[in-house]
């Protein structure tokens, strides 16, 4: 190989050290869990949305699903599960917002590059941030909520408690005293005694969270973005706002106990799986007619 | 070394035939399908130690032309592009989620594509897809052409074998098929990618344009993917995804160009076997690729084994705002080809080639948008070693001012995307030799000019199938050897395609 190719091929594989090094050292920020999502929420997009410009752009990119009339009539429906976003009713899963309130753009942004998983809603990340404002822009065409109300105010997240035992331990008696058990199912599975039933704002069936083969949540994949969800419901499905019930630090207990469930490598799960080597005799199982430890 | 007068003539007729013959493959694509291999390649043939007779090799590239296998009776062999309405139909996405204007990628797609044709919404295992699913995907192009070719020799008295070479200019027209692909792409398991990809020419005869598995987001971290088998290059602007069907029009000539009496087979557009590492960022803003190849084209069972080629990559893309995204990348390919082979009764011994020479290919692409507007430019230096460049066996002497041939190569393609259903392309081409294998060949020898326009509309767009009506017109300048006693050291040939196709894909 001449001396040129012996540079240019230097060149390269320096150049692929660099990257990898950084990639691994974003990745290090999360141990365990996947990369789909990092940061995708701490990106804020300030651009003005043209919905002039969106509408075409939402052709290409939503209307297969969400229909060109923006109520989640596109003509994949009848073939997704769960069923697309009625844009009519501005009732939005993923919200940094009360129950009941719109989202903020940012919420909406976010979903957009984070996407849902376990649903067909893609990850749209690579679409530029003034194309992302179009789409919102012209979204909110489509309901009449967007001219008469504001978005809610964000709920305050406090300052993450650490991850002890104690902490855990107090989640998962939180997990049985809310019952959460009764749709999520005792393990997390999604296999609770009412999953079955369960039906989202427009009757159509829905399915619990299973936290045991999940490794991103719905609206996220940090220990904030779990927080969030417990204080602002999905809306338009039976996942209510606990707002009203979890105060203050409580969230992050019930974090820490949710965390354990999931297959990869967490700080709690780690604490957890040491503490049951001794203590699993004594815990009570979670379900009816206990109540937990 | 002295060379003699009769080695002077030979050297020239070598280069003259070798010339004719990349050019025919570039600007007579009819004849290219004779030529070509099996994943339209431009095969100038391998080096040989001597055992052509040379002056045979001009005949028979005379003979070709006069075999029929001109412009005006092509047949359509376009190179086959690549979408796959079977992704569409497994996630529910219209074409137009992943195509600017199918089957160009838009950036969305390229993350899809780096993802190993995954979203990543945990449903991309087969186990999360209906039974019945299948990922095939069908495509073929009927169409109507007009194919033209200037300076064409023929027989002065049709019919009459001894009345003389004349040139005429050659027209015809027709009804037409395109080939077919075949393909067959998506998961086996969560990460763990397939593609496998069956193309016909018109005649359905089929052979691998791409089989290769590749393993995604190794220790879930998308800068380490791994591919192995045949696969295209990682070039920016891909070939097999572009909006040009017609005969001169439907491949870059940058591509596929063959320095004049040059003995190296390889085209930067032409699918390759060996391993690919290849890295991305979460939006694929940035991307990078490393590959190892075998030194023989991509074409399967073929002789030059036991060697190795390298292709590197690297592009980065900004969010420009309002404008779109822009994304400027780099390429170098660096390979070698054997010059000289162990024989068995005279026969090249598969795989033991040796006196390897050297040979490369770098330069730059980008994809610019303004707003609608999208600009393609590409630029490719080439370089032969002096052994490959005059076709030497590297164990002999190289003759008398033999040296490296050098070209530089480039494009402008410009598509203008009215909306996402109709879209109008143009593409200005060029190629200039630089330095020819030896001083006294002509200097534009080999050169070419290409121009294509055209428009592609797409009736209908949803998540199933897709159609478009394609219209397209290119024109082609060859800058040939002279074949007739009356011309100079070369001639311009003119070649030229009109297109009308319905371009379907289930």
Known sequence: MSRVAREIASIAVLSALVALAAADARAQSIHGLPTEGRGSDTKVNTRVGRPSVGKQEYTRYCAGCHGDRGDGMGENTQWIDPKPRDFTQAVFKCRSTPSGTLPTDQDIINTMRRGIVYSNMPQWRPLPDQMQADLLSYIKTFSPRWKTEKAGTPVAIPAETPVTTESILAGRAMFQKFECWKCHGTEGRGDGPSASGLTDSKDQPIHPYDFTTGTRFKCGTTNADLYRIFMTGMDGTPMASFADNIKGDQGWDLVHYLRTLQPVRTPEATLWKTWLATHAGELKPIGPETGGR | ?506
């Open chain 2, 1 to 506: 070394m002295k060379l003699t007068k009769h080695a002077h003539r030979t050297r020239w007729l070598l280069a003259c035939a070798l010339v004719a013959g990349a050019s025919v493959a570039v600007a007579l694509p009819a004849a290219a399908t004779v030529v070509r291999g099996s994943d339209s390649t431009v095969s100038t043939g391998r080096p040989t130690a001597s055992s052509q007779n040379l002056e045979d090799t001009y005949r028979t590239y005379l003979a070709s032309i006069q075999d029929e296998k001109h412009a005006g009776t092509a047949s359509y062999a376009t190179k086959r592009v690549k979408l796959i309405p079977a992704f569409a139909r497994k996630y529910g996405l219209r074409c137009s989620a992943c195509h600017t204007a199918w089957p160009e990628l838009n950036s969305f797609g390229q993350q899809f594509r780096d993802n190993g044709y995954q979203l990543r919404n945990e449903r991309d295992s087969p186990i999360a897809q209906n039974n019945a699913y299948i990922p095939i995907t069908v495509r073929v192009t009927p169409q109507f052409h007009v194919e033209r070719a200037t300076k064409q020799l023929v027989d002065a008295t049709p019919g009459d074998a001894k009345s003389g070479q004349a040139e005429r200019t050659l027209t015809s027209h027709g009804f037409d098929l395109s080939g077919m692909d075949l393909w067959t792409a998506g998961t086996l398991w969560k990460n763990v990618s397939f593609v496998a990809l069956l193309s016909s020419d018109n005649f359905a005869s089929f052979h691998f344009e791409a089989v290769n598995l590749r393993f995604d987001n190794m220790g879930d971290n998308p800068w380490l993917n791994l591919k192995v088998g045949k696969f295209e290059l990682d070039n920016m602007i891909s070939e097999k995804r572009f909006l040009f069907l017609s005969d001169n029009g439907g491949s870059y000539a940058t591509y596929h160009f063959s320095a004049p009496g040059s003995s190296v087979d390889f085209g930067i557009g032409d699918n390759q076997l060996g391993a690919e590492l290849s890295g991305h960022s979460l939006n694929s803003f940035t991307r990078y690729s490393a590959a190892i190849l075998s030194s023989n084209d991509g074409d399967p069972g073929s002789n030059n084994f036991s060697s190795y080629d390298a292709n590197l990559n690297f592009s980065q893309a900004f969010d420009a705002g309002k404008m779109g995204i822009e994304r400027l990348g780099v390429y170098a390919y660096i390979g070698q080809r054997p010059t000289s082979f162990q024989t068995a009764d005279g026969a090249d011994v598969p795989g033991t080639g040796s006196n390897r020479k050297t040979f490369y290919r770098a330069g730059f692409a980008g994809d610019f948008f303004l707003h609608k507007l999208e600009f393609l430019p590409y630029y490719l230096h080439g370089n032969d070693n002096a052994f490959l460049a005059s076709s030497t066996p590297s164990n002999s002497p190289l003759l008398d001012g033999a040296r490296d041939a050098s070209w530089n190569g480039g494009f402008l393609e410009t598509h203008y995307h009215l909306n996402p259903q109709i879209v109008f392309t143009q593409r200005v081409e060029a190629i200039r030799m630089s330095q020819q294998a030896f001083p006294d060949m002509p200097s534009t020898l080999g050169n070419i000019d290409a121009y294509s326009f055209g428009t592609r509309w797409y009736p209908f767009m949803f998540s199933r199938a897709g159609l478009a009506v394609h219209g397209e017109y290119s024109l082609v300048k060859t800058v040939s050897p002279g074949q007739l006693p009356s011309e100079g050291s070369t001639v311009n040939i003119w070649t030229s395609s009109l297109l009308f196709a319905l371009d379907f894909d289930f």
